[in-house]
C-alpha cells in the first residue's frame, strides 16, 4: 500500500516543488511569490521502487483566528492527520526561522513520523542553514535541491526506514495480517469485475460563484479553503470520492475572469490549470451565483465546454438566499435556453453548500450527462431516423439541384459524433446542419452533451478518372 506523504512547512520554501519533483510532472502551481498553494492537493508519486500518495499544503502561519491563512492552517492541520509520514521543508539558504521552530513543536506533538528537509541546498550555499536544524529537535536534516533534483537518494533511504518502521509496527499489532488461507482459494472462481472508469467532474465559474463550498457540501467535509474574499482557490485540485457506489473524481478549479482583467501571473497560471481541467473533464458543473447567472463570461466559460466536447450541467448556488424561488427558476431557465442555445436541454438544478439543498439533484444530473455523453445509438435506428426527418423537412437545393442524405452512422462517443453521407455535402448550409443537430438531440434523448455531425460527400462513380 502507498505510503502516504504530506509535505509541510512555512510559505516558499519549495513545498510544490517538492511534490511536482516526486510526482514526476508539473501539477501543483509553484511561483517566488509565497503562499501560492492554499488548499490540500493529493496525487500518486514515486521514490525508486516506493509508491507514495503525496499530499502538497498550505505554507504555516501561526495564527489561530477566522482569517484566510488559519483557514489554509487548518488544512494543513487535517493533512497531518491522515499522512503516515511528514516531509518538514525549511530553507536551508535562510536557515531556521521562529516559525520554523513553532512548527517543528506542533509536528513533535503530532506523534506522527517528521523526515526533516533541507531544501534548496544546490552547492554550497545552504551549508549554514543546515547545521541549524539540529535545534529543532527533529533528527538529521536530509539537504536536497528539489528544484534541481539533488539528494533524493538520501530522502528515499529515510522514507525507506519509515516504511520498514511501520510495516514492522503493523506486523505486531497483526502477527496473521497477510496469510493466505488456501481453504478460502476457488480456482474456478471467476476473477472480479474491471470498475468502470471513474466520471471526472470539474466545476467552474467565476470566482466567488460558490465552488469550493458546493464540493465541501459534497464531501460533508471541509476539504476546501472556504471564506467571503474572492479567489481563495488557485490551483486545480482532484479529490477522489464515491457517490451510490460509482467512481466520482471531483475537481475544484479556480474562478475564470475576463481575459482583459487577469494581470498578474499566477492568475494566468490559475487561468491556464482550469481550462485544462475543462478540457480533461468528462462533464463541467458550470457553478453561477443566482443573483449574477447566465453574464457574459458565464455564457463564455460555456462555449468552451462545448466546444471542447465536454458535457455541461448548470448549478445556481445559493439558493437559500432565493426571495421567490418559483418565479426565479422560470427567468433563470428562460435565459439559459435564450442564452446557450447551443446547449438545449442542459440541466439546471439550484442547490445550496450551506443547506446541503438539491445535492442529489446535481448528481443525477451529472450523471445522466456523463450517461448521454457516452451513448450509442444503432446504424439502423439512425436511418430510420434521417429518412423521417428528411420527409418532414427536405434538404435545400442551392443552384437548383437539391441536397441528398444517403447514409449515417455513429462514428465515436464522449461526445457522440456522427458522419453524414450526403451529394454535395460541402454546400449543406449551417441551418440545416443545426436542424438535424436539434432533431437528433430530442429523437435520442441526448440533452446537455454537444454533439458533433461531420458531412461527408461520396465518391462520384461516373467522374472522369485519370
Not at 130 to 154: I, K, Q, T, V, Y
Request: glycine letters at 8%; proline letters at 6%.
Amino acid at each position: 500500500m502507498p505510503l502516504t506523504v504530506a509535505i509541510v512547512g512555512r510559505p516558499n520554501v519549495g513545498k510544490s516543488t517538492l511534490f511536482n519533483r516526486l510526482a514526476g510532472r508539473k501539477i501543483a502551481l509553484v511561483d517566488d511569490q509565497p503562499g501560492v498553494t492554499r488548499d490540500r492537493k493529493e496525487t500518486s508519486g514515486r521514490i525508486g521502487d516506493m509508491d507514495l500518495t503525496l499530499v502538497d499544503t498550505a505554507g504555516f502561519e501561526d495564527v489561530s483566528d477566522s482569517s484566510l491563512e488559519a483557514r489554509m492552517r487548518r488544512q494543513t492541520e487535517l493533512a497531518i492527520e491522515a499522512a503516515d509520514v511528514c516531509l518538514f521543508v525549511y530553507d536551508a539558504r535562510e536557515g531556521v526561522t521562529s516559525l520554523d521552530e513553532r512548527f517543528g513543536q506542533i509536528l513533535r506533538r503530532s506523534g506522527k513520523p517528521v523526515i526533516l528537509i533541507a531544501n534548496k541546498c544546490e552547492g554550497r550555499q545552504g551549508d549554514g542553514g543546515l547545521m541549524e536544524a539540529w535545534r529543532l529537535g527533529l533528527g538529521e536534516p536530509a539537504a536536497l535541491s528539489a528544484e534541481h533534483g539533488e539528494g533524493m537518494g538520501e530522502l528515499y533511504e529515510a522514507l525507506l526506514r519509515v516504511e520498514v518502521k511501520l510495516e514492522g509496527a503493523a506486523g505486531l499489532e497483526d502477527p496473521g495480517q497477510g496469510e493466505a488461507d488456501d481453504e478460502d482459494f476457488d480456482p474456478d472462481a471467476e476473477p472480479p469485475a474491471v470498475p468502470d472508469r471513474p466520471i471526472r467532474l470539474a466545476f467552474v465559474g467565476r470566482p466567488n460563484a460558490g465552488k469550493s463550498t458546493l464540493l465541501n457540501a459534497l464531501l460533508e467535509d471541509d476539504r476546501f479553503v472556504t471564506g467571503p474574499e474572492a479567489g481563495i482557490t488557485r490551483d486545480s485540485v482532484t479529490v477522489s470520492w464515491s457517490w451510490r457506489g460509482r467512481d466520482i473524481r471531483l475537481v475544484d478549479t479556480a474562478g475564470l475572469r475576463k481575459r482583459s482583467r487577469v494581470q498578474d501571473r499566477l492568475e494566468r497560471m490559475s487561468t491556464s490549470e482550469t481550462i485544462h481541467s475543462i478540457r480533461f473533464a468528462d462533464v463541467v458543473v458550470l457553478v453561477m451565483d443566482l443573483r449574477e447567472a447566465f453574464e457574459k463570461q458565464d455564457l463564455q466559460i460555456a462555449n468552451l465546454a462545448l466546444r471542447e466536447g465536454r458535457g455541461l450541467v448548470f448549478a445556481i448556488t445559493k439558493w437559500d438566499l432565493a426571495e421567490a424561488p418559483g418565479d426565479l427558476r422560470r427567468e433563470l431557465d428562460a435565459r439559459a435556453a435564450d442564452s446557450v442555445p447551443q446547449a438545449r436541454g442542459s440541466p439546471l438544478v439550484t442547490v445550496s453548500g450551506e443547506t446541503r439543498r438539491g445535492l442529489d439533484k446535481l448528481m443525477d444530473a451529472c450523471l445522466k450527462v456523463h450517461k448521454d455523453w457516452s451513448a450509442r445509438v444503432k446504424t439502423r435506428d439512425l436511418n430510420d431516423w434521417l429518412q423521417y426527418v428528411t420527409q418532414k423537412h427536405p434538404p435545400p437545393a442551392p443552384g437548383g439541384r437539391r441536397i441528398k442524405p444517403r447514409y449515417m452512422a455513429q462514428m465515436k462517443t464522449r461526445p457522440p459524433t456522427f458522419v453524414l453521407m450526403a451529394s454535395r455535402a460541402e454546400e449543406m448550409p449551417d441551418t440545416y446542419r443545426r436542424y438535424l443537430i436539434n432533431e437528433l438531440r430530442e429523437a435520442f434523448d441526448l440533452p446537455g452533451v454537444p454533439i458533433r455531425l461531420v458531412l461527408r460527400q461520396g465518391k462520384n462513380p461516373f467522374a472522369e478518372k485519370d
